[in-house]
């Protein structure tokens, strides 16, 4: 099993290897993929949101959430860790930025746990999969990039785009 923090870009190790690439923000997919939940495919003529295709989803928002929660508790520790550490007054700054930026890593984890927490709730309620917005099958290729997606892509662009007009 592998616990790197793959959400974390400000850490940097000085031993060497910083060209990583393109692995600098994987997607979900890839993610997912790697807790070892393959891509789901359906039967021919199975319902959207079948039973299986509900406990598919259930399973791996379970996973992401788990793998969420694992890497918190490391954040914490990290966080102890550096409080530990007797700095003097010039190395004072840079930890409370590093404070903040855990701190802020962590905040986004916490908001993307409560999302995974109210998709698994649709799942129990039969309303995961469609959009929220206008109704449609938000589809299973697009909840697997994004579980915890309840908007249809057109609709999420419609939001971005309205989002970046500034309402
Ligand atoms: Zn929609």
Redesign the pocket.
Known sequence: MSTEANSSPTKKKSSGKTTQGSVSNPTTTQTLLSYGVNPYEPKKGEEYMSKAQLEHFRKLLNIWKKALLEGGDETIHDLKELAEVPADVSDQATLEETFALRLRARDREHKLINKIDESIKLIDNGEYGF??????E?GIRRLEARPTAT??????T?AEVREKQGR
Not at 131 to 136: A, K, Y
Request: glycine content about 8%.
């Open positions: 959009c929220e917005e206008c109704g449609i938000i908007l249809c892509i057109d609709c999420k419609l």
